[in-house]
């Protein structure tokens, strides 16, 4: 009897494990096919998301930025392809205003000759035998400094030099600019100011310090000159600019 009732025991075990076993098995499988169920969703949602980017122009891997910078583009080139320069100097702002009429209607680059030291009223006392401009004048070699520079000089074809008439001539501050870049192949148009005197020989004596520039014979302006006249005056030069 005890041998039979161990054999019952054995067999009722062994189909007990045999139960926890398939129970194990049915629980991973259903595991299993869960998460590929988890996958294959995942899957076609995001094979959805890039159709729905590519629909949408979303879609931005492996774009190429063809867009070029403005910034790149140097000087101030007009529809000719020519650079314009206007400089000027300007101790009481007369000569300033003419110089910023031809800047703005040519859409040149505007400079303004700025001395080291500026001038005082009494500096530009021309009753004063000992003021600085008067000392400056009588002196053909005086050459004031200049605070700042131009960039790039080389990338103009057209420059404008504006300066006011001193005791019949260009302020020497003006020589110091003249000689300070290379000016070959440029066409330079003077122009100045005054109360009344004429250019003179203030041209032709700037003309002298240069080598290898076209030279126009430039003209006095009035400083209270309007746009319009100013405008007048640059499109009669023959210049390959029109100023509007």
Not at 124 to 130: K, P
């Amino acid at each position: 009897m005890k041998k039979i009732a161990a054999i019952l025991l054995t067999i009722l075990m062994t189909a007990s494990l045999a139960a926890c076993g398939n129970s194990g098995q049915e629980k991973n499988d259903a595991s299993s096919a869960k998460t590929e169920e988890k996958t294959k969703i995942s899957e076609q949602e995001s094979e959805d998301s890039k159709t729905e980017e590519l629909a949408s122009g979303t879609e931005t891997a492996d774009v190429t930025d063809e867009t070029e910078n403005p910034n790149d583009a140097g000087g101030n080139e007009d529809a000719g392809g020519t650079n314009v320069l206007v400089a000027y100097f300007s101790a009481t702002n007369t000569t300033k205003g003419v110089a910023e009429h031809i800047s703005d209607s040519l859409g040149a680059d505007l400079y303004e000759i700025v001395p080291q030291e500026p001038y005082t009223d009494d500096d530009l006392d021309y009753n004063d035998d000992n003021s600085r401009s008067t000392v400056e004048m009588n002196d053909p070699a005086a050459r004031p400094a200049i605070s700042g520079s131009v960039d790039n000089m080389d990338q103009y074809d057209i420059v404008f030099i504006g300066y006011p008439i001193w005791w019949g001539d260009a302020p020497r501050i003006v020589s110091t600019f003249v000689e300070s870049y290379e000016f070959t192949g440029k066409t330079v148009v003077p122009f100045c100011t005054s109360g009344g005197s004429g250019m003179g020989s203030s041209a032709s004596n700037l003309e002298k310090l240069t080598d290898g520039a076209n030279w126009l014979s430039g003209d006095r302006l009035d400083g209270g000159s309007s746009r319009e006249e100013i405008v007048d005056w640059v499109n009669g030069l023959g210049l390959d600019v029109t100023a509007k």
